[in-house]
């Protein structure tokens, strides 16, 4: 069971702040609390770091699906918990993923100001809650599944096309970022995006008018 709730706040007649609630919680789940390592996640967990791997439904469009490394795995998806992160299948026992629940909230907004060029750059935050049920989280501190992550964007084509830009995140996303990027800050940079909202009757219409 899931449930998303997303809204947009004005400060100004042309500028925003968009924010978006996510909410998943497995009513049966045989294995939530399961003790071995490969079935410490079964396919279709919720994600805090929704990727490839998750989209165990092929509900989206992802180019390099199962690769780990380069820049197709630095694709990111923005439903479940909607975090910008991206570490690939090998992290996926060791954080942002649950059998039980997670709780997400996404915030984006445009700067008050035009940017040279009428750059379309964001600031962007996520925070959420994982809660590991497996004997291997048993002694997780709230802080350690508590995350919370934040940045730039470059946002085109009406959010279809993004690319996020990490500038300050929880300890344990440092932690795994410290492992994964070893230092190289390109291997953070994530990008998305939204076929869904390529509608082309609109994209006509738009040139027409």
């Known amino acids: 069971m899931s449930a998303e709730w997303q809204q947009d706040l004005y400060y100004h007649p042309k500028r925003r702040l968009s924010a978006r609630l996510f909410a998943g919680y497995f009513l049966v789940n045989s294995r939530r609390n399961a003790g071995t390592v490969s079935d410490n996640l079964a ?4 994600a805090l770091n929704p990727q490839g791997f998750n989209d165990y439904r092929f509900d989206q469009l992802f180019f390099g699906r199962s690769d780990n490394q380069g820049i197709w795995a630095q694709q990111v998806s923005q439903n479940e918990g909607g975090f910008k992160n991206a570490f690939g299948a090998p992290y996926r026992t060791q954080i942002g ?6 709780l997400a909230l996404n915030l984006r907004a445009d700067l008050p100001f035009r940017l040279p060029l009428g750059l379309p750059i964001k600031p962007w935050f996520d925070l959420g809650y994982y809660d590991d049920a497996t004997p291997a989280g048993q002694n997780l501190l709230l802080r350690d599944q508590l995350l919370w992550s934040g940045g730039l964007m470059l946002s085109v084509l009406d959010g279809r096309f993004e690319v996020y830009f990490p500038l300050v995140q929880a300890k344990p996303l440092r932690d795994v970022y410290a492992d994964y990027a070893n230092g190289n800050y390109a291997r953070r940079i994530t990008w998305s995006i939204r076929l869904d909202r390529l509608r082309l009757a609109d994209m006509i219409e738009r040139n027409v008018n």
């Open 97 to 102: 993923n649950s059998n039980n629940f997670i």
């Open 43 to 46: 396919r279709g967990s919720f």
